[in-house]
């Protein structure tokens, strides 16, 4: 039996009075965390969620969203995240596909959920359940949980049980639901806390949105080592500055918009951040501009990792952030991996291919779906979608995406390659390249741009300025687009292919 279902009672009983959990102004002890997961584990139990039962959350970040978290593996059943930001139909959807026995949101998602209500009775009965606040014909978390016991004991779970579904933001069609077993997470909890050199006294910060994977890159290490787990509810670069130095940040979690918002903010300053040991970029590939600021101003504390939610990694570690800054690392231990060609050959180093891996944490499968699953995982290889190369030691230089590669004229175009020049102009803050229909060339692409404020370029100048820096002609941009933001995933990822819809309107493209 893993002891995963065991940790907050373990934390309660021997660091009971040690800070477990920040989120605002509240501030939780292990006894007292726990306490609040054990009501809840009882509250499910008595709403008749048990073992292999489904369990989805709609909600923004708060306190109940961590201690519902915790207590659902805890009664053997699985979680099933689902973002805020799903429209009625989305939710609904995803919420058959789970064969989610009780669903638990915030007054805030009230107009969705009366949308989709008559539709879900059915599977979901009267277990939908606010946590803000009682309204008519929905249950009251706050009331159910006061009403339930501070002990119980936890099912026994087994390694291969599924602790959750996270799915996908699909483009096309149903996301696909990633299912992690209670090994998965364990191994998230003891291979990335050892990979963040995290320790019992090590005090995360976590501010983007914990309905995504990218939460329990930090959290599972942070609860299963008993240290403080801070909780913001939503990103903002000066608070997040001024909580880091109030709390005595050691880890923050951050994808490269939040970096970038980091650096701009008035109230940047090294003295202040000081804390600090690890400043973790993923999502996307941290552009190099940003990475040697960083490094210069916060030396021997950022890590990178690319990885994909279905379960492999790269880690670039803080003492090589430096050395190799144009890589995102190389797979941990445990984990083995290997770029193939087109034909299925295995590539020698400084050749471009798909990057192929295995590793302690891959994915049971997508629920429900073994088609998908056949063709994402060949004997045991995570096939990623994802294309890069490695060097003479073994570390990978991630070029793109297949889906953001450009064919112009039967070339390919890296639109990352074409980023890194653009981001080096003095008035670019951010910048996103993408390609769109061409008659001739049948693609061409075009570069998306957020100037720093102040900024006189014009759109022409700067596609001129790019253009006679690129290092092939096929690299040129046709247009810019200058853009007061980007459009974001709620995990703070840049959507290229919300920007590229437009022009493929109609057009026989894969967005």
Not at 210 to 221: C, E, P, Q, R
């Amino acid at each position: 039996m893993l002891e995963l279902a065991r940790l907050t009672s373990h934390h309660a009983r021997f660091r009971p009075d040690r800070l477990a959990v920040v989120f605002e102004q509240e501030r939780l002890t292990w006894r007292e965390f726990h306490a609040r997961v054990a009501r809840v584990a009882n509250m499910l139990r008595e709403l008749g969620v048990g073992p292999g039962d489904k369990v989805a959350t709609v909600m923004t970040n708060c306190r109940e969203l961590l201690e519902i978290y915790w207590a659902v593996p805890s009664i053997g059943a699985a979680l099933v995240p689902l973002s805020p930001l799903l429209m009625p139909g989305g939710l609904a959807s995803l919420a058959r596909d789970s064969d989610a026995k009780c669903l638990i949101s915030q007054r805030a998602m009230l107009p969705t959920l009366g949308a989709i209500r008559g539709e879900l009775a059915g599977q979901l009965g009267d277990r939908i359940l606010l946590v803000d606040g009682a309204e008519s014909g929905y249950g009251d978390y706050a009331a159910l949980t006061a009403r339930a016991a501070e002990s119980f004991e936890p099912a026994p779970v087994a390694s291969d049980d599924l602790f959750n579904i996270m799915y996908t933001s699909g483009t096309t069609g149903l996301p696909k639901g990633i299912m992690h077993s209670h090994f998965t997470r364990s191994m998230y909890a003891l291979w990335l806390g050892a990979a963040w050199r995290m320790t019992p006294e090590s005090r995360a910060l976590h501010t983007g949105a914990l309905v995504f994977n990218g939460a329990f890159i930090t959290m599972m290490a942070s609860f299963y080592l008993g240290g403080t787990f801070c909780l913001a509810r939503q990103f903002n670069a000066e608070e997040m500055i001024g909580t880091i130095e109030r709390e005595r940040i050691t880890h923050i979690m951050v994808v490269p918009s939040q970096i970038i918002a980091l650096l701009g903010s008035p109230g940047f300053d090294p003295a202040r951040l000081a804390s600090l040991e690890m400043i973790l970029s993923l999502g996307a590939p941290l552009l190099n501009e940003y990475k040697e600021k960083l490094n210069r101003a916060l030396p021997r504390r950022f890590y990178e990792l690319y990885g994909l939610t279905e379960g492999f990694v790269t880690i670039l570690d803080r003492d090589d952030a430096v050395r190799k800054s144009g890589s995102v690392g190389c797979p941990p231990q445990y984990s083995q991996m290997r770029i193939l060609g087109e034909d299925g050959r295995e590539c020698a180093p400084g050749e471009i291919g798909e990057i192929v891996g295995r590793s302690p944490i891959l994915m049971s499968g997508y629920y429900k779906r073994p088609d998908l699953t056949a063709q994402a995982i060949r004997d045991g290889w995570l096939y990623s979608g994802d294309v890069g190369y490695v060097d003479d030691e073994g570390y990978l230089y991630l070029v793109d995406r297949k889906k953001d590669m450009i064919d112009s004229g039967g070339v390919k175009v890296y639109p990352k390659d074409v980023e890194e020049i653009a981001v080096q102009h003095t008035d670019v803050r951010e910048v996103a390249v993408f390609g769109v229909p061409h008659e001739k060339w049948g693609e061409t692409p075009i570069a998306a741009v957020i100037l720093r404020e102040g900024a006189k370029v014009t759109a022409g100048e700067l596609r001129d300025w790019i253009n006679s820096r690129v290092a092939a002609r096929y690299q040129r941009v046709s247009e810019v687009l200058i853009m007061a933001d980007f459009p974001r995933s709620a995990a703070g990822k840049t959507l290229k292919r919300e920007m590229r819809e437009p022009y493929w309107a109609g057009k026989d493209k894969r967005i």
